[in-house]
Antibody, heavy 120, light 107 residues
Framework: QVNLQESGPGIVKPSQPLSVTCSVT??????????WNWIRKFSGNKLEWMGY???????YYNPSLKSRISITRDTSKNQFFLQLNTVTTEDTAVYYC????????????WGQGVMVTVSS | DIQMTQSPASLSASLEEIVTITCQAS??????LAWYQQKPGKSPQLLIY???SLADGVPSRFSGSRSGTQYSLKISRLQVEDPGIYYC?????????FGSGTKLEIK
């Protein structure tokens, strides 16, 4: 059974980096041809796709975030990570990790999400 | 980026009523369109993929259709468990984009 679980700091101060971890169980993040994504949901219900890291470690970032975002992974722990730099209150959101298979138009497994609030 | 214009923003309907939600893509995305339902405190659940294919375990009262660059999600007979927020997602090209969401309530 595939399971994704996000963990994060809860509160981050403005201008500081935001870091969230996605721990994956039941499936290896190096299995061909899966992509591991970060998606966030703002309080007004808007969903934003942030980027992915693939099974072979290729990366794609949403251009709207490109200067601030970094996605990395630790294959030994079967985890992948989101770092968002220089955050503002507008980065307050629920952060989700999700899996996508190459050639599919959807994310099939999602984590339950972690709320991150940017506040001084 | 491909823009997905979703309507209506909110919808109140009676039990057993037919409900339709639409998304308009800003360019051709073929059948690369999925629909999700999200309930409070939960992650989005896949309903439809490939514009018209029903995801595993999803009741048959949900269906998807396509006309050009307009996509529709239909709930044929609204049930008590169907309220939530519904989103479309274009998976044609990155950056992947979602519709703005439709909040569905029971009247």
């Amino acid at each position: 059974q595939v399971n994704l679980q996000e963990s994060g700091p809860g509160i981050v101060k403005p201008s500081q980096p935001l870091s969230v971890t996605c721990s994956v169980t039941g499936y290896s993040i190096t299995t061909s041809y899966y992509y591991w994504n970060w998606i966030r949901k703002f309080s007004g219900n808007k969903l934003e796709w942030m980027g992915y890291i693939s099974y072979d470690s290729s990366i794609y970032y949403n251009p709207s975030l490109k200067s601030r975002i970094s996605i990395t992974r630790d294959t030994s722990k079967n985890q992948f990570f989101l770092q968002l730099n220089t955050v503002t209150t507008e980065d307050t959101a629920v952060y989700y990790c999700a899996r996508q298979l190459t050639g599919r138009d959807y994310f099939d497994y999602w984590g339950q999400g972690v709320m991150v609030t940017v506040s001084s | 980026d491909i823009q997905m214009t979703q309507s209506p923003a909110s919808l109140s309907a009676s039990l057993e009523e037919i409900v339709t939600i639409t998304c308009q893509a800003s360019q051709d995305i073929g059948n690369w369109l999925a629909w999700y339902q999200q309930k409070p405190g939960k992650s989005p659940q896949l309903l439809i993929y490939g514009a018209t294919s029903l995801a595993d375990g999803v009741p048959s009262r949900f269906s998807g259709s396509r006309s050009g660059t307009q996509y529709s999600l239909k709930i044929s007979r609204l049930q008590v468990e169907d309220p939530g927020i519904y989103y479309c997602l274009q998976g044609y090209s990155a950056p992947f984009t979602f519709g703005s969401g439709t909040k569905l309530e029971i009247k």
